[in-house]
């Protein structure tokens, strides 16, 4: 039985090299050769694990509703591209975006490194070494294939809603890494996200204390994690005990801390910067003091556009723009004016997302843990966890939540408005209009439309996930249905 991809792993640089199939295909069959515990911790750090790469095909950034698009920029699309018609479709919210013939670069990386995850998981504790690190290695295991579950979850299945959970499909839930296996079943919302909470509330608290490095995962990030997946599901309440733990475990971490945009931008005078400017002030997330678990996606064109004084291919609505005060550092990380000093049509936010981050950063554990306890009814102290994390983005004395919030509600709402200012321009808010879809407080979001010159384009519900591309279903009949 075939499918939709051809996955063979080389763990570079690591003298271990894992051999793996299509994903529900008929490929060369080959096994793990890691004996020992330290060649199982070496199958953590290939590149492949910390690099996404997948640039313009990654289609929730061109579903993001912050995005305007002129008919010359819709029209460079189809000149700089790699995948014009697919792009394009996600731009205009068609129901099926991929190619006929095209393989759907998010499937294949996460199933890729769940390959990965799932030879460690269940090889690990046969191997030589010492105990305490082989359960170390497990949990990690286990935490990190169950993240790469939630992210297939974010694209390919709707989000999580108590009264269709279990009649909606989603992906199949994959545990072995077995070559032998030639058909899978796909999983329900509600089986998917039972077996993901279940995997990381029993590895959570067996992971290691702490990493070196930000691709891999240790109890902070673990329970960073965890709480971004109840927090994606709308359950609040369950989110805020590992967000309050991984919070607690990240004060004074000297390798994953906030980034104060006082002294960075002090040199620059506290005004818009000029692209090439923004380009040298943003960090490869892989080097980013802010990653907690990187998970990196370049998407170059964000540079090479402004770079050579091209059209941008996206700008931001004005309507997202004046959500930042003039006090706050983050609008002159956005552009008014191309490299010439020429006045654009609206302001470019591309530049942010050239380096966009699918595993978790700082500030996410930061805006997601004051939400939640804006939620519970802790209001005071969902505004000291803003006010501590606005005092490095905005100049001294604006950092305090403006008193014209006075409600819960109007709480709740400045919480997410500071998650639109915080990944403004890295197709992040596309996962807050999922999961905020049904949410009372945010009707007044809807309708979610994109606008090309004079058309307007409406997001339905139905199309807050990707459809399987065609090449999944013309090996997997019974997903028709």
């Known amino acids: 039985m075939k499918n939709l991809l051809y996955i063979w792993i080389v763990l570079a640089g690591t003298g271990i090299f894992t051999g793996c199939d299509h994903f529900l295909d008929d490929a060369p069959r080959g096994n793990a050769i890691a004996q020992t515990a330290e060649d199982y911790d ?20 061109w579903k993001n509703d912050e995005l305007i698009f002129t008919e ?150 673990g329970y960073a994690l965890l709480g971004k997946v109840y927090f994606q599901m709308g ?19 000297p390798n994953v801390y906030l980034t104060d945009y006082k002294n960075k931008q002090a040199s620059f005078g506290y005004t818009e910067m000029g692209m090439m400017e923004i380009m040298s002030f943003i960090p490869f997330v892989y080097s980013d003091n802010e990653t907690l678990y990187c998970k990196f996606n370049p998407t170059m064109r964000n540079y090479y556009l402004p770079y050579y004084n091209m059209a941008p291919t996206d700008y931001l609505k004005p309507e997202i723009y004046v959500l930042f005060s003039e006090k706050d550092l983050r609008r002159n990380l956005i552009s008014t004016k191309n490299t010439l000093g020429e006045s654009l049509p609206y302001p470019y936010c591309g530049a942010l997302g050239a ?30 966890i803003l006010k501590e994390f606005r005092s490095y983005r905005l100049l001294d004395g604006y950092e305090d ?8 509600e109007e709480l709740i ?19 807050n209009v999922r999961r905020l879809w049904n949410d009372p407080l945010f009707q007044d979001w809807k309708p979610i439309t994109h606008t090309v010159g004079k058309q307007v384009f409406t997001l339905r519900e139905a199309q807050l996930k990707i459809a399987y591309p065609k090449t999944i279903l013309n090996w997997n009949e019974d997903w028709k249905k």
């Open 401 to 408: 939540v403006p008193a014209s919030v006075k409600t819960k």
């Open 413 to 431: 709402r400045f919480c997410v408005e500071e998650q639109t200012r915080e990944f403004v321009g890295t197709g992040y808010r596309f996962y």
């Open 72 to 221: 010359d920029c819709y029209n460079t699309i189809a000149q700089l591209a790699s995948y014009p018609t697919s792009v394009q479709a996600a731009i205009e919210y068609r129901d099926q975006v991929y190619r006929d013939d095209e393989n759907s670069l998010e499937w294949e990386k996460c199933y890729n490194q769940i390959y990965v995850f799932n030879a460690i998981a269940n090889g690990v504790m046969q191997a030589d070494g010492d105990e305490a690190e082989k359960k170390f290695l497990l949990a990690e295991a286990r935490v990190s294939r169950a993240y790469m579950h939630f992210l297939l979850a974010l694209w390919y299945a709707m989000p999580y809603n108590e009264t269709t959970a279990s009649t909606e499909w989603a992906i199949p839930i994959v545990t072995e890494a077995n070559t032998q296996v030639s058909k899978y079943k796909r999983a329900t919302v509600e089986e998917l996200y039972t077996w993901i909470i279940t995997e990381m509330e029993e590895a959570c608290p067996l992971l290691k204390e702490r990493e070196e490095h930000r691709m891999r995962c240790y109890k902070a990030t």
């Open 42 to 61: 070496r199958m953590f750090n290939a590149s492949q694990i910390m690099n996404m790469m997948l640039n313009e095909a990654y289609y929730t950034y």
């Open 355 to 384: 380096h966009t981050n699918l595993g978790c950063a700082l500030p996410e554990v930061y805006l997601m843990l004051a939400e939640c306890e804006a939620r519970a009814g802790s209001e005071s102290e969902a505004k000291r």
């Open 235 to 253: 359950k609040y309440e369950k989110a805020l005990e590992p967000l309050r733990i991984s919070y607690r475990l990240l004060q004074g971490d």
